[in-house]
């Protein structure tokens, strides 16, 4: 590795998805203040640090289409304040950034139930599989500051599943940028009764 990013004080804050009045209106956010230092191991490039706070904000609207299908459109700002950086590597100036996202998930559901099967060798007693097949779009409008004005911290590395930049789990704050992404997905779980209650013993996804 050629470097290593260290949040040396960090605070966070998140408020799960929780609804808003009566209308099925969700909301959920997530904060993150910190100072962080970045240190490289190849010859040549100097190490940096500053301190960066966070913020995303989002709201959602799931709507049943069909009993087997949702749409989830979600809508959402997130904002940056950092400081000027520090160290041999520093030079660059504080900034603020902010940036708008905006998508749609659509997710259905089959279930098929076999209540014979029966399978002592893996103690089944009845089985249930579900299918859930989603289709997920997200879009990223150009943030008002360029990546290249702003300390690097967070990085991608390589990664078979696409990496479809929902937030909060999609992270790496410093490097965003526009885009405009689709993913499709397939979940698979199979489920059966042991001892009274219903558990998963198989299950895969593809993405």
Known sequence: MLFRSEGLHEIQLDIYRRR?????LYYESQTQVGFYKKRFT???LMDYDARRADTWH????????SPWVQWIPHV?????????TSGAG?????????SLHAGADITAKAVRTWENA???TFSIDGLRHIVRPAIRYAYLTTPNVDPSEIPQFDTDFANFEMPLFHFPERNTIDA????????LELDNRWQTKRNGAVEEFASWRLA
């Open 20 to 24: 808003v009045g009566k209308k099925p």
């Open 76 to 84: 959402g700002v997130r904002g940056a304040s950092y400081s000027e």
């Open 90 to 98: 520093g030079g660059l100036d504080a900034v603020e950034r902010a």
């Open 58 to 65: 989002q709201v959602s609207m799931p709507t049943k289409v």
């Open 176 to 183: 965003l940028d526009a885009r405009s992404e689709v993913r």
């Open 118 to 120: 029966k399978l002592d």
């Open 42 to 44: 190849q010859p040549g």
